[in-house]
């Protein structure tokens, strides 16, 4: 006898549902640990950055637990206005969502109706042509240039009439190049009018270059079709809480927040997010660790005779030349988690975030092992 629950077939499941890949997150370091059973995990996989919350995220997080028994602010009215007033934008401007990913995932169901489509570069971050699958839009995945970056040339040729949304991952996760300002506004000068671009600058605050642009300054209030994501996961160590958002148009905004679950952002998120913001100095000092990191983790690479793409953010992207899961296999034997890029579009690459200064040795000795049997 059967409970019943074999019985449902595809049918009974939505056509953008059956067949969808959900996204793949990177191992934990729990697993790895349990099932290798290893002493000592180093996670440099998913480049949330080897930082905890900032300490006044951490106390406001302690302080508002007593107050677990009641919901979150369903409107999001502190963080939100915080954050209007940081980028000096109306608060009917803001969004905030659980990540960035949220916010991409309410702008999809906010815009695309089946049959729609959303481009963006590739390989690229999963959630864009993921969520534009769910819905039922088609994603048209637009190969980077030589140099593993975006192709803003490409991608405004692959615009149609159908074209909703386009991406532009900036730097692009996974292989961390970036597009120059410059470059940046020459595509709003030709993009056609019936399209919204979302810049998506999760690693916004690890870049500091003259030649990389702030796009809520110089495109969101220059009034473009443009939305702007940002994360608390990254330089502001709170991936766990699960809080980003996006800035850009009222109306887009306002439609964002209708599709939003009331309580999303659960309220240790939103305090967090709010006791973060405005540390400037904190911002700061961990941009310079990063710079280090970064330098130190491409001359890793390139000891051991790898060639990493020009990366700006907190990780770097590496061809192997071969499929990738067999050196993703023999460092995580070694302790060390890192990320191999097939749900990314890459099957032949690995991605490495920037740890601590001690984890990126212990990478290297064991990057020395690998190749060294291999
Ligand atoms: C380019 C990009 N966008 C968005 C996200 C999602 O970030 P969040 O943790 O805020 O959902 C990530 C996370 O890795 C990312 O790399």
Redo the contacts with the bound molecule.
Sequence with gaps: MTSGFEDFGDAFFRASVTGLQPYQPGKPMEDVQRELGLDRVIKLA??EGPFGPFPAALAAMADAARDLNRYPDGGVFRLQHALAERHGVPVAQVCAG???????DMLNQATLEPGDEVVCGWP??A?YPIYARKQGATPILVPLDGGHRYDLDALLAAIGPRTKLVYI?QP??PTGTMSTQEELDDYFERVPAHVLTIV?Q??FEYIDRPDYPDAVERYVRAGRRVVV?R????IYGL?GA???YAIGPAPICAAMAKVRRPFDLTTQAQVAAVASVRDEAEIARRRALNANGLARLEAILREHGLDPAPGVANFLYVETGADATELFDRLLREGIIVRPLAGFGAPTAIRVSVGTPEELELFAAALGRVLARA
Excluded at 231 to 234: E, I, L
């Design positions: 998913s480049n659980a990540g960035a990913d949220g916010c991409i690229s971050f959630s991952c692009n996760n998506d999760a690693y994501l994360t608390f996961s990254k991936a699960r809080v980003g």
